[in-house]
């Protein structure tokens, strides 16, 4: 009769099998890069993989107990979005994001909230411009929002002014993401399935690790509409459209992020 496991052994039983399937993931990875850096893979090939197996660490991580292994894959995942091809930096970029997945799985302790801070910010983030041209602020702004269009739009102007950008489309994801590592700012839409940018900021200025971050609600309203009279004090209003640049910066401004 096969004997029954403990808690504690299955929970081991299960962080092996993690470990197992995670090196041979990045086996896959390490491989598409190094026949994209020889020449020898296709590029949008390689791009594919990157992104796959960024999408299943992100899953796995948090799931087999290794949340900063699923923050590091969420940000490979924000940085490959919308490439094409790999130049030689993007490449570089790439590999530092698959060393840091690599060594926090073979890390007998997972860091704590301020070494997980200080690891995520210090991942590449890939500018949609030359950084020459504009000045690069070290100021991480979280953007939450459904919206494809929304996310692309805001999040090319938010880069534009040379801030960091992580987009997330899950309102009850980014709790967790901004508890783990809080960013310098978080806009939230003001309408979401599920949670809306009201609820969230609310939720969020409750906790005492996300209460003093800055924080806007992204919207298409009018400034006197009603609904808005329900946000609370402290909290900005950015409409979306021709009014971001102005609201945006005036948050900008009353934060002093740059």
């Not at 598409?32 to 992100?58: M, P, W, Y």
């Not at 599920?194 to 800055?214: H, K, N």
């Not at 402290?234 to 009353?254: W, Y």
């Amino acid at each position: 009769m096969a004997s029954v496991l403990s808690s504690d052994d299955l929970e081991d039983r299960l962080r092996v099998e993690f470990m197992d399937d995670a090196r041979d993931r990045l086996e896959v990875m390490n491989h598409a890069l190094d026949g994209a850096a020889k020449g020898t893979r296709d590029q949008a090939s390689v791009i594919g993989v990157l992104r796959l197996e960024a999408h299943n660490f992100k899953g796995m991580g948090t799931s087999f107990g290794y949340p900063t292994v699923s923050l590091v894959a969420h940000r490979l995942e924000d940085y490959l979005a919308g490439l094409k091809e790999l130049n030689a930096k993007q490449l570089s970029d790439a590999q530092i994001f698959v060393d840091r997945i690599a060594e926090l799985v073979d890390r007998p302790d997972q860091p704590q909230l301020a070494e997980t801070n200080q690891i995520i910010r210090a991942l590449p983030v890939r500018y949609q411009f030359e950084v020459t041209d504009v000045e690069v602020r070290n100021v991480e702004i979280m953007l939450v929002t459904p919206s494809k269009v929304v996310a692309k739009k805001v999040g090319t102007e938010l880069g534009a002014c040379g801030f960091r950008t992580m987009t997330v489309n899950d309102p009850i994801e980014s709790i967790s993401l901004a508890v783990r590592v809080p960013p310098d700012m978080l806009i939230a839409s003001m309408v979401m399935d599920g949670l809306s940018g009201l609820d969230l900021i609310r939720g969020l200025r409750a906790m005492s690790v996300t209460r003093d971050v800055p924080m806007a609600l992204l919207t298409s309203m009018n400034l006197d509409n009603p609904a808005l009279k329900e946000i609370p004090h402290g909290v900005s209003v950015i409409r979306v459209g021709e009014h971001f640049s102005e609201d945006f910066a005036a948050v900008v401004a009353k934060y002093n992020l740059g």
